[in-house]
């Protein structure tokens, strides 16, 4: 089942969504960081299954997509 991967800036505004498969939602989430310079002030909200959400700081996902940089 996908998860949704939704970038949220530091007023909590939506600033980009993706659906992803698998089981690399984390690396994807390394990825759009690497990719556009977000800052700490970023949260990036997992949503999988059914309505289960969470929010990650910028540390949290690189911890978790075990991708140091």
Not at 3 to 18: G, S, T, Y
Not at 37 to 62: F, H, L, M, P, Q
Request: hydrophobic content about 40%; aromatic content about 8%.
């Amino acid at each position: 089942m996908p998860a949704q991967l939704i970038v949220l800036d530091e007023r909590r505004n939506e600033v980009q969504r993706d659906l992803v498969f698998g089981l690399d939602v984390f690396s994807h989430a390394q990825e759009l960081i690497d990719d556009n310079g977000w800052d700490e002030n970023y949260r990036y909200r997992i949503v999988s299954d059914i309505d289960v959400a969470a929010e990650y700081t910028r540390a949290e996902v690189k911890l978790r997509a075990c991708r140091p940089k």
